[in-house]
């Protein structure tokens, strides 16, 4: 199903409201991050859905804890450092 168009204006500093109903229903809050394509006289906004870290860690905690298994700080910061590692030689 099509939506409907809305119109809005770019603020001397480059700002652009995206209007109420469409940050309502796309769930759009303050300091909500997007990537932003542009091409001839399009432009597009994706919103980036980040995962929240803490609760993504609690829960791998929890099912360590259920599974008994255990890792040191130590092993973890030497995991960290290796998929850093890997991402920086990538980039």
Do not use: W
Not at 18 to 25: A, G, M, N, T
Request: net charge positive; charged share 40%.
């Amino acid at each position: 199903m099509a939506e409907e168009p809305q119109v809005t204006t770019i603020s001397e500093k480059g700002q652009v409201v995206i209007p109420q109903s469409i940050r309502k229903q796309k769930r759009i809050k303050a300091k909500n991050k997007f990537i932003v394509y542009g091409k001839s006289d399009t432009i597009i906004m994706k919103k980036l859905e980040i995962p929240d870290l803490k609760k993504e860690l609690a829960s791998i905690f929890r099912m360590m804890d259920e599974k008994e298994l255990k890792i040191s700080d130590e092993e973890i910061e030497e995991e960290i450092s290796k998929i850093r590692k890997k991402t920086a030689c990538h980039s």
